[in-house]
């Protein structure tokens, strides 16, 4: 990098470039942590590159997922904690991929700022390196855009793309679903990356923000603040241990339109999943919400995930093998429905 690379008039157009290459060398450790085999340069250049690990695979296929984290980010701004939002943004493209059967290969982020505050913008990419380790992605490449005049100084935007690769024959294929198959639920961490608009609605944050961080005994003593932050699970390797042991029929990754919009993706046409209201385990996050907001229970559960951040469909006579197959991955299963013929593709009872 040559240091006769700024630019006065630019900067005085509210554009600092040299704040971009302090942020890039603030951010290297971070990014260093994601390398995996299939890394081929350092950051830096103009695009990333990766080499393909097909080995094994007849058909590798590549699948692909974007996404953002909603304006949970504005929770981050508020909090001025910007180290966790990164894995949100991972999460929810991971998250997605895996559903495929994909395992995720690399990822690239996009951060839209009103200034370039280096430390922050490495705090940010600091909470992405971390969801890449989580879900076994290297962080190859991104882009940090400096926007004065588009947003207010301290506001930021954050999203991300993640690549994976499944062989052909493995992708998942919900036409092997049928009547008898059971539902597993993997919990979620909390709110995770959606439906932020009405919960700050809800807890009028944008003209309250104090009483976000009054401890609050329904939350086990945390704040809402702090409950409201808690990043989204990555349930990546959990799934990919899964896949090898189980037939596993379908997965949802429960997003923005909760269940009623997310776990009807996986199941094929003259089926639907019977979920048994009872055995979800509601987080309280989701029955205060319910309570202050006054929601309706269809509205909650056709908005957030209410506790369960991803369903997976796997056959009767499986359901045990995958539940300790589960557990020995670090996750908390439990079975929330079954499948059954039917012309509406899920029923909450």
Do not use: W
């Not at 290297?28 to 080499?51: P, Q, S």
């Not at 929810?92 to 430390?119: H, R």
């Not at 006579?317 to 059954?340: H, S």
């Amino acid at each position: 990098m040559s240091n006769k690379s700024f630019s006065d008039s630019y900067a005085a157009a509210g554009v600092d470039i040299t704040a971009g290459y302090k942020a890039v060398e603030l951010m290297k450790k971070h990014i260093a942590r994601t390398k995996n085999e299939g890394c081929l340069d350092d950051v830096g250049g103009f695009g990333g590159c990766f080499g393909l690990p097909m080995a094994g695979m007849e058909e590798p296929v590549l699948v692909s997922g974007t996404d953002g984290c909603g304006t949970k980010v504005k929770m981050a701004i508020l909090m001025d904690k910007h180290d966790t939002i990164g894995i949100d943004a991972v999460a929810m493209c991971v998250n997605d991929i895996i559903c495929c059967g994909a395992k995720p290969l690399f990822f690239l982020d996009y951060i839209a700022c009103g200034k370039n505050i280096p430390e922050k913008i490495a705090e940010i990419v600091s909470g992405v390196a971390e969801g890449c380790v989580q879900s076994g992605a290297a962080l190859i490449g991104g882009e940090t855009a400096e926007h004065p005049g588009m947003m207010p100084t301290d506001d930021y935007d954050l999203a991300g793309f993640a690549v994976g690769i499944v062989d052909k024959k493995k992708i998942l294929d919900n036409k092997k679903m049928a009547a008898g198959d059971v539902v597993i639920a993997l919990k979620s961490s909390g709110i995770h990356s959606n439906g932020f608009s009405l919960v700050r609605k809800v807890f009028d944050i944008d003209h309250n923000p104090d009483s976000l961080y009054v401890p609050n005994e329904s939350l086990g003593g945390k704040s809402i603040a702090e409950t409201l932050l808690t990043p989204t699970r990555i349930y990546v390797k959990p799934v990919l241990s899964l896949l090898e042991k189980v037939n596993v029929k379908g997965i949802s990754h429960i997003t923005g339109g909760g269940f009623y919009e997310n776990i009807p993706r996986s199941i094929p046409d003259g089926l639907g999943a019977k979920i048994d209201r009872a055995s979800v385990k509601i987080l309280p996050i989701f029955e205060l919400i319910a309570k202050v907001g006054g929601i309706s229970e269809h509205d909650m559960f056709n908005t957030f995930n209410m506790g369960v951040g991803m369903s997976i469909v796997v056959p009767a006579n499986e359901v045990e093998l995958a539940l300790d197959t589960l557990r020995a991955a670090g996750e908390d299963p439990y079975v929330i429905g079954e499948i059954a013929e039917s012309d509406e593709k899920i029923t909450i009872c």
